[in-house]
């Protein structure tokens, strides 16, 4: 329980570089519209947990996919990663105990 917001922290982090901070951009400078750009990185982000995430399977996929395009929105409008990062953040936190508490 004591690594868990650790670990919660890190993989928050880890995954709102790779997806909002490098991929979005990527995808930003290669559509001129953004909404296609956001639709794009939320679909990576989402296959990423099709199979390896929680939650996983085609429900995970479109949980994953639609709060992928909310973080999306939120680097877009803020044009920086700590307002998506804390909203990750607090998802893996309360996911990440949940988990521990259903199956410890």
Not at 72 to 101: E, K
Request: aromatic share 18%.
């Amino acid at each position: 329980f004591v690594l868990v917001p650790v670990y919660a922290a890190l993989t928050a982090w880890a995954e709102e570089v790779v997806f909002r901070g490098i991929f979005l951009e990527a995808a930003r400078a290669g559509f001129k519209n953004p909404l296609h750009a956001n639709l794009l990185q939320a679909a990576a982000f989402a296959v990423v947990h099709f199979s390896l995430g929680f939650p996983n399977g085609v429900a995970g996929y479109l949980m994953t996919f639609c709060y992928g395009f909310v973080l999306g929105c939120i680097r877009m409008n803020t044009q920086g990663l700590a307002a998506p990062w804390t909203s990750h953040f607090v998802a893996d936190l309360g996911i990440m105990y949940f988990l521990c508490w259903r199956f410890l």
